[in-house]
């Protein structure tokens, strides 16, 4: 059974950074791509950032966050990172991890797993 679990989400300050974690199981990142999506109240879903599978991964990113958001995969390749630094108050969504094919046409573009979100706040 595939589970992504999210964490790391909370209350930051502006100009402030988080981490939010993604732990997988039930699936190995080499062979998924892993995504990491926000939603704010009253927005569509946006997909922020995403990571291929295999050992050259590529790394995509929203213009909204370049510069500003790093994701990266451990070694051991069961736990996906998003490095979010210089938070706005834009920023402020929950935050969804979501799996699909690591490669060919439906790489970062198609999800077949879901993780439950995280919450994360920017204050002023």
């Known amino acids: 059974q595939v589970q992504l679990v999210e964490s790391g989400g909370g209350l930051v300050q502006i100009g402030g950074s988080l981490r939010l974690s993604c732990v997988a199981s039930?699936?190995?990142?080499?062979?998924?791509?892993i995504a990491w999506f926000r939603q704010a109240p009253g927005s569509e879903r946006e997909e922020v950032s995403c990571?291929?599978?295999?050992?050259?991964?590529?790394?995509q990113y929203a213009e909204s966050v370049k510069e500003r958001f790093t994701i990266s995969r451990d070694s051991a390749k069961t736990t996906v990172y998003l490095q979010m630094d210089i938070l706005y108050p834009e920023d402020r969504a929950v935050y969804y991890c979501?799996?699909?094919?690591?490669?060919?046409?439906?790489?970062?573009?198609?999800?077949?797993?879901w993780g439950q979100g995280a919450q994360v706040t920017v204050s002023s």
């Open positions: 979501a799996a699909g094919p690591g490669f060919g046409t439906r790489t970062c573009q198609a999800f077949d797993h």
């Open positions: 990571i291929t599978g295999g050992d050259a991964a590529t790394k």
């Open positions: 039930g699936l190995s990142l080499s062979f998924y791509s």
